[in-house]
T-cell receptor
Framework: AQSVAQPEDQVNVAEGNPLTVKCTYS??????LFWYVQYPNRGLQFLLK??????LVKGSYGFEAEFNKSQTSFHLKKPSALVSDSALYFC???????????FGAGTRLFVKA | GAVVSQHPSRVICKSGTSVKIECRSL??????MFWYRQFPKQSLMLMAT?????????EQGVEKDKFLINHASLTLSTLTVTSAHPEDSSFYIC?????????????FGSGTQLSVL
């Protein structure tokens, strides 16, 4: 069965410092991988995706993520965090054969000024 | 980018009444729409997959007679919570997949906060 794990409920980082939000997955084959961000009482916004090609993908707002096939991970990163990055981040996977997207439990990022 | 409009954003209803939530793709045709439910501080739980012109596919444990989904056109899907009870109170989010899209990402509505009294 497909699953996505985000081991940290919350990540705290000081503004200007690099941030990492972790994600590991369990899906057969080569899945599509996504990161979405959710602000309070809002729907999710797409940040970035990995389909194929370079393992390091760049997305919106300066975020990037690194696909590591051997570790089945897709960690979200940003070199310098902003207070406005504080939000709930979801990692998601989709089997290439189907349409369903499975989400992780979410990680709340808190960036302190 | 593509926009998905979800309405209403917030609804309060009495126990036993029905509530309809609309999800519209404004500038693209959505072959497939998905309905999710989100509890506080939890992830999105996929409730059902809605394909235009056919019956929705419900996830295990989701009551299809309680959560009625209609996807009558390529731009509109509706979720009706019938005979709502307080335990149905939740944040409901729809998402859409663009027809013939190759980028595979989903576009999300802004969500509906349902409170059943």
């Amino acid at each position: 069965a497909q699953s996505v794990a985000q081991p940290e409920d919350q990540v705290n980082v000081a503004e200007g410092n690099p941030l990492t939000v972790k994600c590991t997955y369990s899906v057969s084959g080569n899945p599509y991988l996504f990161w979405y961000v959710q602000y309070p009482n809002r729907g999710l916004q797409f940040l970035l995706k990995y389909i194929t090609g370079d393992n390091l993908v760049k997305g919106s707002y300066g975020f990037e993520a690194e696909f590591n096939k051997s570790q089945t991970s897709f960690h979200l990163k940003k070199p310098s965090a902003l207070v406005s990055d504080s939000a709930l981040y979801f990692c998601a996977v989709r089997d290439r054969r189907g349409f369903k997207t499975i989400f992780g439990a979410g990680t709340r990022l808190f960036v302190k000024a | 980018g593509a926009v998905v409009s979800q309405h209403p954003s917030r609804v309060i209803c009495k126990s036993g009444t029905s509530v309809k939530i609309e999800c519209r793709s404004l500038d693209f045709q959505a072959t497939t729409m998905f309905w999710y439910r989100q509890f506080p501080k939890q992830s999105l739980m996929l409730m059902a997959t809605s394909n235009e012109g056919s019956k929705a596919t419900y996830e295990q444990g989701v009551e299809k007679d309680k959560f009625l989904i209609n996807h009558a056109s390529l731009t509109l899907s509706t979720l009706t919570v019938t005979s709502a009870h307080p335990e149905d109170s939740s944040f409901y989010i729809c998402s859409a997949r663009e027809q013939a899209a190759t980028n595979e990402k989903l576009f999300f509505g802004s969500g509906t906060q349902l409170s059943v009294l």
